[in-house]
């Protein structure tokens, strides 16, 4: 049984995780590379800096307004 102190959560979940989702709208800004890569800059910057574990990274290059898009 695990114990939890007294932030409510277990010793073993003492670091947030994060899921870092950097998204762009248009194929043609996609292709450059630039806007992903520096969406996961500060996003890899901001975790290391409030100590976060990175537990995945997800990137989509679609519109918001499709809803069948994939993963």
Known sequence: MASF?????AASDAL???????RVSKDEIAKEGRALAAQL?????YTARHGWIIRAEYQ???SRKRDARPG
């Open 5 to 9: 102190p007294r932030n409510g959560r």
């Open 16 to 22: 947030p995780t994060a899921l870092l989702y950097p």
């Open 41 to 45: 800059a500060v996003d890899r910057g």
């Open 60 to 62: 989509d290059v679609r």
